[in-house]
């Protein structure tokens, strides 16, 4: 089933062009959330385009920064993300751009691998007309965490690509959970996370995707 989405998937996310947001998820609590970190607001921009950044904004390896479990999440029971907007306006008036599609990933060896959990093809943020950079208030997208997932600490994956907007652009945040269960897989046999709009050897170049509201 996973594998059948993320063949759909791909063509959805690569189509033309990259696009521009501003845009972060408030749960799980990112990587250099304001609260936790100097970082202060580096967790709203975008991955730089030449990839550098990758994966994770380098927040993952910096050592200033609070790994500390942001949330505990059960194997084979469902959890969420929730995207909150950039600026003072707060939830609702997030630069969406038109939308876009989401992916859910998990990294079980701190960020050289990822795989998808969920990938949301359009709708995501939802409620954003073609054209627009309002979202609806509810930005909450729950997904499951397979059974067999390995216990133990992980690092989750938020990550957009938009519909409108400027280009050579790819959204990432990232948060360190924890998971519980007696499961022992590092999910191999799940689709690799896409990875675009950046110039990394063997990915989609940079300007080359556009997804769907």
């Keep these: 089933m996973h594998s059948m989405h993320w063949v759909i998937a791909l063509p959805l996310l690569c189509f033309i062009f990259g696009a521009m947001g501003h845009a972060r998820i408030k749960h799980p609590r990112p990587l250099a959330a304001p609260n936790d970190s100097p970082a202060g607001n580096y967790y709203n921009a975008p991955l730089r385009p030449d990839g550098s950044d990758f994966p994770c904004k380098g927040l993952h390896k910096k050592a200033d920064v609070n790994k500390n479990p942001a949330e505990t999440w059960r194997a084979g029971e469902m959890t969420r993300f929730e995207i909150l907007g950039h600026g003072s306006s707060g939830e609702g008036s997030l630069a969406a751009h038109s939308g876009g599609s989401c992916q ?3 990294s079980f060896d701190n960020g050289e691998t990822w795989k998808v959990l ?7 943020p939802r409620g954003v007309r073609l054209g627009s950079n309002i979202a609806d208030k509810n930005q909450t997208f729950p997904f499951m ?3 067999n997932t390995k ?5 989750f994956s938020w990550s957009w690509i938009a519909v409108t907007g400027n280009r050579n652009e790819m959204y990432q945040n990232c948060a360190v959970v924890e998971i519980t269960g007696s499961g022992t897989s590092t999910l191999y046999d799940l689709p690799d996370m896409f990875v675009g709009d950046m110039t990394l ?3 989609i170049g940079a300007g080359q995707c556009r997804s769907y509201s």
């Design 201 to 203: 050897p063997g990915q």
């Design 151 to 155: 216990a133990g600490i992980a690092l």
């Design 118 to 124: 969920h990938t949301f093809i359009g709708g995501c």
């Design 145 to 147: 965490v397979p059974a």
């Design 104 to 106: 859910a990933s998990l």
